[in-house]
C-alpha cells in the first residue's frame, strides 16, 4: 500500500495562517489579543509601584500556639507622595505594629490615621522621608459596566499579584463587619483572596476606581470594591477629624436611572436618583413617611444623583437639623417632606 501525505483541515483555518503556524487565530484577532495585553501591562505599570504589602501583628492572647498565628496581611495602595495609604479596616484590626512593604523590597513602619469600619476603609501613614510613588484617582461615578477592571494585591503573601476582568455590576450594597449596609459598592469578576483586601482596582489607564474589600465565599467571579470616590470622602474626613461621623436617616439605597418621561414631566436637571431599597422602623426616615421603593432625588435643596450624595451631605454638622427632601413615589407622585437626621448608631 502506498504511504500517502495527507493534511488535516482545521475549520476556520486559513492556508495562509496554517502556513504561519496561527492554527484557527487570525492575525486581526492576534492583534486584539496584544491590544488587550498591552493595556493591562501598561495599567499594572503605571500603578504597580504605588501598591503595598501590609503585614499587621496584632495583640495576641492565650497559648504561644495561638500568639504565632496572631498576625495578618494585606494591601494597601499609597494616594500622597508623603505616605498616605489606603487599606481595609478589617486588615489592621487589632494592630500593635504595621509594616508595609514596597514593590522595590523596601520596609517601612506605618501608622494607623484613622478607620472607618462602615466603610471598611482605613489611613495609614508610611513613615518615611523619601517621597514615595502615588497613584492616580480615577472617578468612580464614570464607570461602566462591562469596562476592565485590574486588581493588583498580595493574595496570600504573593507580592503584587495582577488578575484582571470587568466591571460586573454598579451600586451593589454589602454588609460590612459592623452590620451596616455599605452601598454604591462595585462588582467585578477579577478575581481576589485573602490578602487582596485593601489593594486597588484600578482601570485600563491605571488609575485606581475602588478598593478591593470582599469576595463571597464558594462564589467564583464575584469579588467587590469601595468606590473611590467613597474612599475621597473617608479619607478627607479622617485626616481632617481622624473619625467619620455620620447623620442617620435609617435607609439603605443604590444610584437608579430616571427614566426619560419622568424627567420630562417632572422637568428634573437630572438623570439619576436614589431607590430607597429598606426603611428602619423608628428611623428619621421612617418618621419622615419614605418607603420602600421612592426615588431621592433632592436633600438639603442639593440634588442627589448618587448613594455618594446623600453621604457626603449627612456630616456631623446636619445630626438634628430639618432638611427638605423631595422624592419621586411609583413615578407618578412627586413629593416634599422633612427629615432630621440623627447621629449614626456605628
Known sequence: MD???????????????????????SESDRQLLDVYSRTIVDAVE??????????????????????????????????????????????????????????????????????????????????????????????????????????????YGFQNTVTAGVISALGRSLRSRTGRLIENVIQTDAALNPGNSGGPLVNSTGQVIGINTAIIQFAQGICFAIPVNTMRWVVTLLLREGKVTRGFLGISGQTVPLPTRVIRYFNLPQETGVQVMNVVRGSPADNAGLKEGDVIISL?????????????????????????????RDWTQKLEAYVTPGLSPD
Open 300 to 328: 438639603a435643596e442639593q440634588a442627589i444623583t448618587t448613594v455618594d450624595d446623600i453621604h457626603k451631605l449627612l456630616t456631623s454638622d446636619r445630626i438634628g437639623e430639618n432638611l427638605g427632601i423631595i422624592l419621586l
Open 3 to 25: 504511504r500517502r501525505e495527507f493534511e488535516i483541515a482545521f475549520p476556520g483555518a486559513s492556508a495562509s495562517s496554517r502556513e504561519k503556524g496561527l492554527g484557527p487565530t
Open 46 to 155: 503605571e500603578v504597580g509601584s504605588s501598591v503595598v504589602h501590609v503585614h499587621v501583628r496584632q495583640r495576641a492572647n492565650g497559648s504561644r500556639q495561638r500568639r504565632q498565628r496572631d498576625e495578618a496581611s494585606g494591601s494597601g495602595v499609597i494616594i500622597t507622595p508623603d505616605g498616605y495609604t489606603v487599606t481595609n479596616s478589617h486588615v489592621v484590626e487589632n494592630a500593635v505594629s504595621i509594616d508595609a512593604s514596597l514593590a522595590d523590597g523596601s520596609s517601612f513602619q506605618a501608622d494607623i490615621i484613622g478607620q472607618d469600619k462602615a466603610t471598611d476603609l482605613a489611613l495609614l501613614r508610611v513613615l518615611t522621608d523619601s517621597n514615595l510613588p502615588a497613584a492616580y484617582l480615577g472617578d468612580s461615578d464614570q464607570l461602566q459596566v462591562g469596562q476592565i477592571a485590574i486588581a493588583i494585591g498580595n493574595p
